[in-house]
């Protein structure tokens, strides 16, 4: 496992993130979910990232029991706050962020949190009093850094124009081969003002594992699958014509002597402004997978000829 640092903050983090985007139960899927954290953490991941409202706190509940007996300084803890809780609690008021992030140290079982993420923008709260409240947790000692994820590029520029207030380390967009829109505002402006980026789905949902069979039967355990949470897929991703370009990857991961998913991770870690990319598995075989693809030297005419094959196929059925 290879490490970077994360924006202007004094934190170093694995190349590959483990995050808890997870339905959970109680039982068998408990048990194998904090199966997958420990083999996380054994393979050198020390990035982990969840949110408040992922199960509405279930996820976190389970980190906090994973990470019970693991050394606090061994590992980066990640959450985020913005999405409803109940009815009445969601956004980034100053109320709800001191009230969120108490709960969250509880349920994680920690003193303080590493990276807390806005996970939205909130157009309701005033961008001051949502940077203020930020910056009096971080000096009261419950947080270290702060960042965000998919806030308008506009919106990002004024919170850095803010005196007086702690400034953001990190960006978490959604980036992939099959979703470059990162690339161009969001990057630049980052590395111009010492953020770096965790990306989320950088294997675009599953789709870029090439699980997905071009005129197959959805494999009844992936997430397109499930109705529980497909309602969030990409349909235009399981386009025929799409997927058999991602089948077309293969040789060219095999070139670069990896798998298509450690590829695909791989293409993202190419981007010198990003720290991290967040894998997620409900199996510990996947996590030794997504793990492998640290570290790799890629030729850059890899990746090109992969981008050509994708966009290719892209802007035929991609709106």
């Known amino acids: 496992m290879k ?55 279930a996820a976190e509940r389970v980190l906090g029991g994973a ?29 709800q962020i001191h009230k969120q992030l108490d709960a969250s140290l509880e349920r994680l079982r920690v003193d303080y949190i590493d990276l807390y993420q806005c996970h939205r923008y909130d157009a309701d709260t005033p961008l001051e009093e949502t940077m203020e409240a930020l910056s009096e947790v971080v000096r009261a000692g419950k947080v270290r850094y702060i960042g965000f994820s998919e806030w308008p590029v506009d919106r990002i520029t004024a919170a850095l124009a803010i005196p007086g207030v702690e400034k953001f380390v990190s960006s978490q967009p959604q980036y992939s081969l099959l979703h470059r829109e990162p690339e161009e505002s969001l990057l630049p402006l980052c590395a ?90 409900s199996r510990a075989e996947q996590v030794d997978e997504n793990a492998a693809a640290s570290g790799h030297s890629v030729a850059p005419e890899l990746f090109q000829r992969a981008e050509t094959i994708l966009e290719r196929a892209s802007t035929s059925v991609l709106p």
């Open 192 to 281: 111009k003002n010492g953020i770096s980026q965790i990306v989320w789905s950088p294997l675009a949902q599953g789709v870029l594992t090439g699980k997905y069979q071009p005129g197959a039967r959805l494999p009844p355990d992936s997430r397109a699958a499930n109705d529980a949470i497909n309602g969030f897929f990409n349909q235009a991703w399981l386009e025929p014509k799409l997927l058999q370009a991602v089948q077309a990857l293969r040789p060219v991961a095999a070139e670069a002597g990896l798998t298509l998913s450690q590829f695909a991770l791989a293409w993202v870690l190419r981007q010198p402004n990003l720290a991290s990319a967040i894998i997620g598995a």
């Open 3 to 57: 490490y970077r640092p994360l924006g202007s903050s004094k934190l170093v983090v694995s190349e590959i993130a483990f995050g808890s985007w997870l339905n959970l139960a109680e039982g068998d899927a408990q048990a194998r979910a904090t199966a997958c954290v420990h083999r996380a953490l054994d393979l050198g991941i020390t990035l982990i990232d969840t949110a408040n409202v992922y199960g509405r706190g």
């Open 67 to 95: 990470l019970a007996n693991i050394r606090r300084d061994s590992y980066v803890l990640a959450t985020k706050i913005f999405f409803p809780m109940t009815q009445t609690d969601k956004g980034l008021s100053r109320a």
